[in-house]
């Protein structure tokens, strides 16, 4: 009778980064799952000798990490490549993508845009992200049903959306689905004001009352907030002027407006940070603030050199729109960053990992390699570029690897991925999706 203790599944690898603790490569080391969490984590050998596995993986030339991370996206817009992208960002969702959406946004388009979605992510490794949907309902479910962990937006504004009329019908919306999913292990919501569609303080003190009820996160883009507050446009009721500079507290006019309304604080998340400088990192930093990043699709909209939140605990990356940025694939965001934005590669894929799931609340439960966290994992063929210790293995993974490396990928412990072979969803139905729609779209736009 074997005294070995039962396990799910035992994966060995060249290499493991834990992520936690920082800059460690762990060579020639196993993970052992059971029940969707991390079990056990050491030297192969010993696991083998721990553990009786129902499945027993070897990658012998591969490093395994936790699945990686999209802090911010827009997944349904995965049906929108292909639009000119030109910045600045307010007059491309203003004169590009707001038109086409007033014709295609539907509950249909969102929930195959995301499917759609969904499978671009896990091919590149993605195990949880962030979206933003005018049908939140529907991104939900197309991530429950794909078994992939997911924060959805609620998104709230004034103005009519076709979500809801009013800010009142949106919130009575989102509190229907926020009991839907409260106690969903995968599905997690935030609030998300809509602030290209105008925002009022009444507004955002009224949202940041609600979150506080449910003790939820809100998350509010960056730029497009600034642009509100500067004093040659209109801005938020009761948004203050430019100070005097000797008078004036810290951080940039719309960071204090922030701060003002009580939004600058632990549980608030700032997407996009091209409008910030290093005091406004800062103080984003010292409030407990989260940050993400999404510099490829800064770059496409015009900024010059993007901003990342290094050396803000809950510094994240995120892709944004697929339309803007290309492709879901938060490796090439990892490169970006360390590339032009003096982001070190275990820093990059920290962002990629345990920051963004810190900026989503999640930190307990994914971003690192720990036993009783959940098994969203990632395996990605190092080849021959994985023969240097340390920091050597992080430099080939941002430097070296690309999305088509991602050999294996597990949700929970359950088999997403295997040997680079989609395995959660129909890639045949999904890959007529984009032409279906694209036809569809362009009737539309015809009519």
């Not at 029940?35 to 030339?61: K, T």
């Not at 599905?187 to 940041?208: D, M, Q, W």
């Not at 940050?291 to 699709?297: H, L, N, T």
Request: net charge negative.
């Amino acid at each position: 009778m074997s005294t070995r203790q039962p396990a799910d599944l035992l994966i060995e690898a060249r290499w493991l980064l834990p992520i936690a603790p920082a800059n460690v490569a762990l060579a020639e080391h196993a993970l052992a799952v059971s029940a969707g969490r991390i079990l056990a984590v050491g030297p192969a050998a010993e696991l083998r000798e721990r553990f009786e596995a129902r499945e027993h993986v070897v990658r012998s030339r591969h490093v395994l990490l936790p699945g990686l991370v999209n802090a911010h996206t827009h997944a349904s817009h995965a049906l929108l490549r292909g639009l000119p992208v030109r910045g600045p960002r307010s007059s491309w969702l203003r004169e590009t993508l707001a038109p086409i959406e007033r014709r295609c946004l539907s509950a249909d388009f969102v929930r195959d845009g995301t499917r759609l979605a969904l499978a671009e992510m896990l091919r590149a490794g993605i195990t949880c992200f962030a979206d933003l949907s005018l049908h939140p309902e529907e991104a939900a479910r197309a991530a429950a049903a794909a078994h992939v962990r997911a924060a959805i937006a609620l998104p709230v504004s004034e103005a009519p959306t076709p979500w809801a009329e009013s800010a009142t019908a949106h919130l009575a919306r989102a509190e229907r689905l926020w009991d839907e999913y409260r106690s969903d292990p995968r599905i997690a919501l935030y609030f998300a004001p809509l602030v290209s569609h105008g925002v009022s303080e009444a507004l955002l003190t009224r949202v940041r009352r609600v979150a506080d009820e449910l003790d939820a996160r809100i998350a509010l883009h960056l730029e497009e907030f600034a642009a509100l507050t500067e004093p040659s446009g209109p801005g938020p009721q009761g948004a203050p002027g430019v100070e005097d500079s000797a008078r004036a507290p810290p951080g940039s006019p719309w960071l204090r407006q922030l701060r003002s309304l009580g939004l600058l604080r632990a549980g608030f998340t700032a997407i996009g940070a091209t409008v910030c400088d290093e005091a406004d990192l800062e103080l984003l930093s010292r409030h407990g603030a989260s940050v993400v990043s999404c510099p490829q699709a800064d770059l496409r909209l015009g900024a010059r050199v993007p901003v990342v939140a290094r050396g803000v605990d809950r510094g994240a990356l995120g892709t944004d729109s697929p339309a803007a940025a290309g492709a879901l694939d938060v490796l090439t965001e990892a490169r970006t960053a360390a590339l032009l934005c003096g982001v070190d590669a275990a820093q990059a894929l920290r962002m990629a990992t345990l920051g963004g799931a810190a900026a989503l609340g999640l930190a307990a439960r994914i971003g690192s390699l720990e036993p009783g966290k959940a098994a969203d994992l990632a395996c990605i063929d190092l080849g021959g570029l994985s023969g240097a210790p340390g920091s050597g293995v992080h430099d080939a993974i941002v430097f070296g690897a690309a999305r088509g490396q991602v050999s294996d990928v597990w949700t929970a412990g359950r088999a997403a991925v295997c040997a680079g072979r989609l395995v959660a969803l129909d890639e045949e139905e999904l890959a007529a999706l984009p032409m279906r729609w694209a036809e569809r779209i362009g009737m539309e736009a015809a009519a």
